[in-house]
């Protein structure tokens, strides 16, 4: 299906980081556009609203590895957004993993993120399924002629002219904790809410 779609082409220049640091802010995810999931009742609810939607910004965290050989049991996190809300699903829950690995495997929608190789591995080797229907955006840039991965940050200001933030201190947190903090949802779901965002701009659903 995703081979088939039309992708408009982004433009050609790409801001380098000191350009992109003098952009606007992107306008993240708030609190009130992030649910946190951590029920199956949550997370049957979750289903029922992004199965609406034909479009997923997709991505996944891990508790950080910080031994060499040691081997991460995540995902702990899988985040998917649409264009106007994102759920943050923690994988504790057996109920919770079963519908993320239905959600995941859900045919006719569009998952997009950016370098899901890990993310791929991972989820296969912990909830026992085979993505469908995951576009790594990456991918698609390369396909436009651009050299190197793209990543979110890149992505955002190309199309949108705007400057991605990412904190640094949530993205190496503890992604295994029970409770997650209100900064660690709103990195994990913005994460998420971007790549729906730069997907759509790009004409993949």
Not at 57 to 84: C, I, N, R, Y
Not at 176 to 192: C, F, K
Request: include cysteine.
């Amino acid at each position: 299906m995703i081979a088939a779609m039309h992708i408009r082409p982004p433009p050609s220049t790409v801001p380098d980081k000191d350009a992109i640091a003098l952009l606007p802010e992107f306008p993240r995810l708030g609190l009130a556009g992030i649910t946190l999931v951590n029920t199956g009742a949550q997370a049957q609810a979750a289903a029922a609203a992004l199965l609406l939607a034909p479009l997923w910004g997709f991505d996944t965290e891990s508790k950080p590895t910080f031994h060499v050989g040691q081997q991460s049991d995540g995902p702990h996190v899988l985040q998917l957004s649409t264009l106007d809300h994102a759920w943050v699903i923690q994988l504790f829950d057996p109920d919770c993993v079963a519908v993320a690995a239905q959600l995941l495997a859900a045919p006719n929608i569009v998952k997009a993120g950016f370098g899901l190789g890990d993310d791929h591995k991972r989820i296969v080797r912990k909830l026992g399924v085979l993505p469908v229907g995951v576009l790594d955006l990456n991918t698609v840039f390369r396909k436009q002629g651009y050299r190197k991965d793209m990543g979110v940050k890149g992505s955002v200001a190309l199309l949108f002219g705007q400057r991605f933030t990412k904190s640094k201190k949530a993205a190496t947190s503890n992604w295994a904790n029970a409770r997650l903090t209100e900064s660690q949802l709103v990195y994990a779901a913005n994460d998420a809410y971007a790549a729906a965002r730069v997907a759509q701009a790009l004409g993949v659903a």
